[in-house]
């Protein structure tokens, strides 16, 4: 597992562990944090390599599967290591496909909705193209994963890996890092303190929050099934992000006092997956509703005290 001590990363390790699966986390805790497998303590086959995947891959022993999660996924995270995220899409997706192609191996790729930009078809279908600004704020996390799909599908073409590319949209829940900067941590933040909620732009812009153990059930059928992708992988329960702030400020039972900021450069105005290709194919769908999964994830928030660690007037959704 690349990038296993990340939000979702640890989520995944941990769904593997509980099905029996023997699990290698690498990771150089540049974003992810040790805390997030401390749930796994001394599981009989699982352990942690602190490396970056930038570097030549130690020796790791056989695999079934190398899921690919190492990247920096927040704006946040992501302008503070930009050169940082572009090799992880680029160096470290091919180290890990040289150790899928090594090992006979299923490679699977943690890609992104942000592939499609700020897109000018909703919902988003895997052949959408996307519209994509390559040299904006957001490029070097957009392009990272771009570069990723492409030699993850020339490694398939040219030397026949067997790999597969998930497109994930938005995903919350517990372990994710309340200075991410990312809209439901900020909001969950706030709330909890009795703050104003930071709301870029307009708050019209929409996103379509997936709970993290959807996310990861998606993953894993897609990393058992002989799909290459790439799929859609995201809940289509569209809201706007002013919506969003509103049903948060509910749910812990505060006013939702708005604080409109300026909107963010090149920020997309609609994110709405097209899942018929992961209902069809994997037969997967989400299961969590968004109301519960944000009351869990407020519950997860609230008992961890991660609102004292939260930057005030930080949003990039």
């Not at 490679?107 to 897109?119: H, I, K, Q």
């Not at 909001?187 to 153990?213: D, E, H, K, N, W």
Request: overall charge negative; aromatic content about 6%; hydrophobic content about 40%.
């Amino acid at each position: 597992m690349l990038g296993g001590a990340g939000f979702v990363g640890s989520h995944l390790c941990e769904a593997l562990v509980a099905g029996g699966c023997g699990v290698v986390c690498l990771d150089n805790f540049c974003t992810g944090r040790a805390e997030n497998l401390l749930v796994l303590g001394r599981s009989p086959g699982f352990s942690v390599v602190d490396h970056d995947v930038t570097n030549p891959l130690p020796k790791l022993g056989q695999f079934d599967w190398v899921f690919c999660l190492a990247s920096a996924a927040s704006p946040l995270d992501y302008q503070r290591l930009p050169i940082e995220t572009l090799r992880a899409g680029a160096v470290g997706t091919e180290h890990g496909l040289r150790l899928a192609r090594d090992k006979g191996a299923r490679f699977v790729l943690a890609s992104t909705s942000e592939v499609y930009g700020d897109p000018e078809e909703s919902p988003q279908p895997e052949s959408y193209p996307g519209r994509v600004n390559p040299i904006g704020p957001r490029s070097v996390y957009d392009e990272a994963k771009r570069f990723a799909e492409a030699m993850t599908a020339a490694y398939r073409r040219s030397l026949d890996t067997d790999t597969a590319i998930a497109r994930i949209f938005n995903t919350y829940g517990p372990r994710m890092r309340p200075d991410d900067g990312r809209m439901v941590p900020t909001f969950i933040g706030q709330a909890l303190a009795g703050l104003p909620m930071t709301v870029s732009g307009s708050g019209q812009q929409t996103r379509s929050l997936c709970y993290v153990t959807d996310t990861v059930a998606g993953l894993l059928a897609l990393a058992r099934s002989s799909e290459a992708g790439p799929v859609n992988i995201g809940n289509p329960h569209e809201q706007t992000v002013l919506e969003v702030a509103r049903e948060i400020a509910r749910l812990v039972g505060r006013s939702a006092a708005i604080d409109f900021t300026p909107a963010v450069e090149d920020d997309p105005r609609q994110r709405c997956p097209d899942i018929r290709l992961a209902r069809t194919l994997l037969e997967w769908a989400p299961t969590v509703g968004v109301v519960d999964g944000l009351q869990r994830t407020i519950d997860w928030f609230a008992e961890s005290g991660a609102r004292s660690e939260l930057p005030i007037g930080v949003l990039a959704p």
